[in-house]
């Protein structure tokens, strides 16, 4: 007869598993919680201890770390000396072991969990079975997902038995599943502090010393940036970059980047927004009554620009929106969801991308203390997200700004400001925008000065013609080194002005400002983008 042995964290699907097990001749033996759920279901089971003649003990810290049990994993079939050994010493042999391991990731992401609490969770029997059953899967199948359990039924029934290929696909999931446990396990007590009054999780903005990747591929894309580049999605950091696509060509490399910009900016504002997106820069964005009106004075706040972007709403696209988007060549477009009557009308432009976020994805909160991480050569850059804390409240009232010019800035200013704070923040670097209090005028992204910036934005906005920013506001996402930047500012017609503050020169910006009679605020906060 065959033996399963089964000892699972995650109990979903476990019953039905055992009974399909136990129905094709397999001898069922099993650990603690997980007998006990089998034995619910009406499965007759074997514990462990009548398998090694040796109690469970220490809460279950110790039961299956035994010859009794490893000699009957690892035992090679086609080694008659091994068999020998197992015969001589009494051990059965197993022939498939289903294991999942304690929930240390789930413990470690609740902060309240005590040190200690966090500790019980290091499974040390699970990854043994595991690396064991893998290490030998020529003869033993491993099984360290329920949603394999249906696969691993047919492949026992297939004529032959399991395939090799099967049997190592398995073994290959088994040792991605316990290098992803290590690798949690030692990133988290990265994060902890020892001391004489024992051990503490740090608090606070510090990096751990090790951080834990844990990558697995999604889908396979056309190509990267560029078509001689093989590019692929992947998912990690504990969250899904789960989307559905409603419709339209395979999403690229490119348009992922560009719907994730998109998802940044209208996540910033809680009424209806939208943006088009160029090469990962805003070319328009603004808030408006829905989603058409937003998106439509998103548009064509730069129309020209806006030809073959990316539109982002926080918003769901009904029929009036539909139509606004398709009257315009556009690559993809993101919204949490896409009512009837609009995917029919978005039906006509067949190749455009309709997205729409899952959850955990592009488009949803991020924690607040997610990290972002960027590859250069020879290692990998780790930052926290960049979030625009200084701006989530109503603007003015918020903590850090600070006025310091003569003239305060109007209450429309003010409403002006915040609005171009938030999109500032999620342009390339060096950028100076322009906005009225609820859409951008024109926005000069990504240049090597700050005057530079103020001159590309005046030539956007000379569309509009002469004295098109008169009366706008302008975000600068960091502070003047020198008072042109500000003269130029001036100069476009801006009345107020957002920065950070903190160059050695402030008091001559300042100057400048109050020579123009420029209200500005400095927020003590940059917001590069690179």
């Not at 926290?384 to 109007?410: F, I």
């Not at 590309?456 to 569309?463: F, L, R, Y």
């Not at 910006?509 to 020579?515: K, L, T």
Request: net charge neutral; with cysteine; glycine share 10%.
């Amino acid at each position: 007869m065959r033996r399963a042995l089964l000892s699972v964290s995650d109990k979903s699907g476990l019953v039905e598993f055992a009974r399909g097990l136990a129905g094709r001749g397999f001898e069922l033996v099993s650990t603690g919680g997980t007998a006990r759920a089998l034995q619910h279901g009406g499965l007759a089971v074997i514990p462990i201890a009548d398998v090694t003649r040796f109690p469970e003990m220490m809460d279950g810290r110790v039961k299956t770390l035994h010859p009794l049990v490893h000699g009957g994993i690892l035992a090679r079939r086609h080694r008659p000396d091994d068999l020998a050994s197992a015969a001589a010493h009494g051990i059965a042999l197993i022939d498939l072991v289903v294991v999942n391991l304690y929930p240390f990731v789930a413990a470690a992401a609740n902060p309240d969990t005590p040190f200690e609490a966090l500790v019980e969770e290091i499974d040390i029997g699970g990854p043994s079975l595991v690396r064991a059953a893998a290490k030998n899967f020529e003869d033993v199948l491993v099984v360290v997902s329920p949603g394999d359990y249906a696969a691993v039924l047919a492949q026992i029934d297939r004529g032959g038995g399991p395939s090799r290929e099967f049997r190592f696909e398995l073994a290959r999931k088994a040792f991605a599943h316990t290098a992803r446990y290590d690798s949690a396990i030692a990133a988290t007590l990265g994060t902890v502090t020892a001391g004489p009054a024992g051990f503490a999780r740090a608090a606070g903005t510090a990096l751990p010393p090790m951080v834990a990747v844990d990558l697995r591929k999604v889908r396979d894309l056309r190509y990267g940036e560029n078509p001689h580049q093989p590019a692929a999605l992947y998912e990690g950091f504990g969250r899904h970059p789960g989307f559905t696509v409603l419709q339209g060509k395979e999403l690229s490399y490119t348009n992922l980047l560009d719907l994730d910009a998109a998802a940044r900016i209208v996540m910033e504002f809680d009424e209806p927004a939208a943006v088009v997106i160029k090469h990962t820069n805003p070319c328009g964005a603004a808030t408006g009554a829905g989603a058409a009106d937003a998106y439509v004075r998103a548009r064509d706040a730069d129309a020209l620009a806006a030809f073959g972007g990316i539109v982002g709403l926080n918003r769901p696209i009904d029929a009036a929106a539909a139509r606004a988007i398709v009257a315009t060549f556009i690559e993809a477009v993101s919204a949490p969801s896409v009512d009837e009557e609009a995917r029919a009308i978005m039906a006509a432009k067949a190749n455009m991308r309709v997205v729409v976020p899952g959850t955990g994805a592009a488009g949803r909160p991020a924690p607040a203390d997610e990290l972002e991480m960027r590859s250069i050569v020879g290692g990998v850059l780790v930052q926290a997200r960049d979030q625009v804390r200084e701006a989530h409240a109503t603007w003015p009232g918020a903590g850090g700004l600070n006025v310091v010019t003569k003239r305060q800035p109007t209450a429309d200013e003010w409403q002006a400001l915040r609005f171009a704070w938030r999109i500032c923040a999620h342009v390339k670097s060096n950028t100076v925008l322009f906005t009225t209090a609820d859409r951008t005028l024109a926005i000069g992204a990504g240049q090597m000065s700050r005057v530079d910036a103020v001159r590309v934005a005046q030539m956007k906005a000379e569309g509009g013609g002469a004295g098109a920013l008169r009366g706008s506001v302008a975000a600068s996402d960091a502070f003047f080194p020198f008072r042109d930047g500000l003269d130029a500012v001036a100069a476009a017609g801006a009345t107020a002005v957002v920065q950070p503050g903190g160059s050695v020169r402030d008091q001559d910006v300042i100057a400048a400002a109050d020579e123009h009679g420029l209200a500005m605020v400095f927020t003590g906060r940059r917001h590069f983008r690179h």
